[in-house]
């Protein structure tokens, strides 16, 4: 699984988030410019799935899957929040996904 951080995401990357996600809610939150961060997490599905069930219950986060070109396939999770949030989401992901 590849994981990467933005801190001080910028307006532009959060344009583009906000076209491949599906959830209009998330998108009014984005306009509204409430994130300061997004971790992203790229794998299979599985990984994906337990990826984002451990963000959410670390820190105050929002998780959506990003859609890409085969958007049947979840592949690509942007967890969303300030950066103390995010980064805590991020390493209790690579801690439970990395000991098996």
Same mark, same amino acid.
């Given at each position: 699984?590849?994981?990467?951080?933005?801190?001080?995401?910028?307006?532009?990357?959060?344009?583009?988030?906000?076209?491949?996600?599906?959830?209009?809610? +998330?998108?009014?939150?984005?306009?509204?410019?409430?994130? #300061?961060? =997004?971790?992203?997490?790229?794998?299979?599905?599985? @990984?994906? $799935?337990?990826?984002?069930?451990?963000?959410?219950?670390?820190?105050?986060?929002?998780?959506?899957?990003?859609?890409?070109?085969?958007?049947?396939? +979840?592949?690509?999770?942007?967890?969303?929040?300030?950066? #103390?949030? =995010?980064?805590?989401?991020?390493?209790?992901?690579? @801690?439970? $996904?990395?000991?098996?």
């Amino acid at each position: 699984m590849k994981i990467e951080l933005i801190n001080g995401v910028s307006q532009g990357t959060l344009g583009i988030i906000s076209r491949k996600i599906g959830d209009r809610k +998330i998108i009014e939150r984005i306009m509204q410019n409430e994130f #300061t961060a =997004v971790g992203l997490c790229q794998g299979d599905v599985i @990984s994906m $799935l337990i990826a984002s069930d451990i963000a959410e219950k670390t820190s105050d986060v929002v998780v959506s899957e990003i859609s890409g070109v085969c958007p049947q396939h +979840i592949t690509c999770l942007a967890i969303l929040g300030d950066v #103390t949030s =995010v980064e805590a989401s991020l390493k209790a992901i690579e @801690s439970r $996904l990395n000991a098996k």
